[in-house]
Protein backbone atom coordinates (compact mmCIF):
# COMPACT_ATOMS: atom_id res chain seq x y z
CA UNK A 1 0.00 0.00 0.00
CA UNK A 2 0.71 3.55 -0.43
CA UNK A 3 -0.19 6.40 1.74
CA UNK A 4 -0.04 9.71 0.16
CA UNK A 5 -0.24 13.47 1.45
CA UNK A 6 -0.93 16.74 -0.33
CA UNK A 7 -0.04 19.74 0.95
CA UNK A 8 0.88 23.56 -0.23
CA UNK A 9 -3.15 24.61 -1.09
CA UNK A 10 -4.34 27.56 0.31
CA UNK A 11 -5.59 31.01 -1.39
CA UNK A 12 -4.15 33.20 -3.49
CA UNK A 13 -4.83 36.10 -6.40
CA UNK A 14 -5.70 35.34 -9.74
CA UNK A 15 -1.71 35.60 -11.68
CA UNK A 16 -0.24 33.99 -8.57
CA UNK A 17 1.53 30.64 -7.97
CA UNK A 18 1.70 27.94 -5.74
CA UNK A 19 3.62 24.72 -5.18
CA UNK A 20 1.86 22.27 -4.00
CA UNK A 21 3.49 18.96 -2.62
CA UNK A 22 2.62 15.09 -2.36
CA UNK A 23 4.54 13.20 -0.23
CA UNK A 24 4.22 9.34 -0.57
CA UNK A 25 5.13 6.40 1.77
CA UNK A 26 4.67 2.60 1.67
CA UNK A 27 5.56 0.69 -0.98
CA UNK A 28 6.70 3.85 -2.89
CA UNK A 29 9.72 1.39 -4.56
CA UNK A 30 6.38 -0.23 -6.60
CA UNK A 31 5.07 3.24 -7.79
CA UNK A 32 4.63 3.67 -11.58
CA UNK A 33 3.35 6.88 -12.47
CA UNK A 34 2.17 9.46 -10.09
CA UNK A 35 0.17 12.49 -11.21
CA UNK A 36 -2.33 15.35 -10.21
CA UNK A 37 -5.82 15.75 -10.72
CA UNK A 38 -8.02 18.57 -9.63
CA UNK A 39 -12.12 18.26 -8.70
CA UNK A 40 -14.11 21.87 -8.87
CA UNK A 41 -17.11 22.57 -7.35
CA UNK A 42 -20.17 20.70 -9.49
CA UNK A 43 -17.65 19.25 -12.06
CA UNK A 44 -15.85 16.26 -12.28
CA UNK A 45 -12.23 15.30 -11.38
CA UNK A 46 -9.90 16.17 -14.20
CA UNK A 47 -6.40 15.73 -14.94
CA UNK A 48 -3.73 18.25 -14.67
CA UNK A 49 -0.25 16.74 -14.88
CA UNK A 50 1.32 13.20 -14.73
CA UNK A 51 5.31 12.13 -14.69
CA UNK A 52 6.23 8.58 -15.51
CA UNK A 53 8.62 6.94 -13.26
CA UNK A 54 11.81 7.33 -15.86
CA UNK A 55 10.57 11.54 -15.78
CA UNK A 56 8.34 11.59 -18.97
CA UNK A 57 5.28 14.55 -18.41
CA UNK A 58 2.29 15.14 -19.76
CA UNK A 59 0.03 18.23 -19.24
CA UNK A 60 -4.17 18.90 -19.69
CA UNK A 61 -4.08 21.28 -22.49
CA UNK A 62 -5.30 23.99 -20.20
CA UNK A 63 -2.04 24.20 -18.04
CA UNK A 64 0.96 23.95 -20.70
CA UNK A 65 3.13 26.47 -19.99
CA UNK A 66 1.94 27.35 -16.51
CA UNK A 67 2.59 24.33 -14.53
CA UNK A 68 5.14 22.31 -13.82
CA UNK A 69 4.74 18.76 -12.64
CA UNK A 70 7.99 17.17 -10.76
CA UNK A 71 9.43 14.18 -9.14
CA UNK A 72 12.12 13.58 -6.30
CA UNK A 73 12.69 10.27 -5.66
CA UNK A 74 14.40 10.62 -3.32
CA UNK A 75 12.34 12.47 -1.12
CA UNK A 76 9.64 10.76 -2.00
CA UNK A 77 7.51 13.73 -3.03
CA UNK A 78 5.68 14.56 -5.84
CA UNK A 79 5.19 18.44 -6.76
CA UNK A 80 3.10 20.99 -8.71
CA UNK A 81 4.55 24.23 -9.78
CA UNK A 82 1.59 26.41 -10.26
CA UNK A 83 1.61 29.74 -12.22
CA UNK A 84 -0.65 32.62 -13.40
CA UNK A 85 -3.77 30.77 -12.05
CA UNK A 86 -7.31 31.51 -13.03
CA UNK A 87 -10.13 31.86 -10.44
CA UNK A 88 -11.91 28.93 -12.64
CA UNK A 89 -8.50 26.76 -11.48
CA UNK A 90 -10.04 26.70 -7.87
CA UNK A 91 -10.53 23.17 -6.85
CA UNK A 92 -9.14 20.31 -4.47
CA UNK A 93 -6.12 19.30 -6.07
CA UNK A 94 -5.58 15.40 -5.68
CA UNK A 95 -2.12 12.87 -5.73
CA UNK A 96 -2.19 9.71 -7.73
CA UNK A 97 -0.04 6.70 -7.71
CA UNK A 98 -0.45 4.56 -10.48
CA UNK A 99 1.55 1.11 -8.58
CA UNK A 100 3.46 -1.45 -11.01
CA UNK A 101 0.63 -4.31 -10.84
CA UNK A 102 -1.85 -1.58 -11.67
CA UNK A 103 -2.88 -0.51 -8.35
CA UNK A 104 -4.46 3.40 -7.88
CA UNK A 105 -3.91 5.02 -4.73
CA UNK A 106 -5.33 8.75 -3.83
CA UNK A 107 -4.50 11.19 -1.02
CA UNK A 108 -7.01 13.40 0.73
CA UNK A 109 -6.54 16.86 -1.39
CA UNK A 110 -5.75 20.09 -1.05
CA UNK A 111 -7.59 23.18 -1.48
CA UNK A 112 -6.69 25.94 -3.90
CA UNK A 113 -9.05 29.01 -4.37
CA UNK A 114 -7.80 31.54 -6.71
CA UNK A 115 -9.68 35.38 -6.14
CA UNK A 116 -9.45 38.37 -5.60
Known amino acids: QVQLVESGGGSVQPGGSLRLSCAAS????????MGWYRQAPGRERELVAI???????NYADSVKGRFTISRDNAKNTLYLQMSILKPEETAVYYC??????????WGKGTLVTVSS
Open 26 to 33: GSIFSINH
Open 96 to 105: KAIMNDGMVY
Open 51 to 57: VTSVGIT
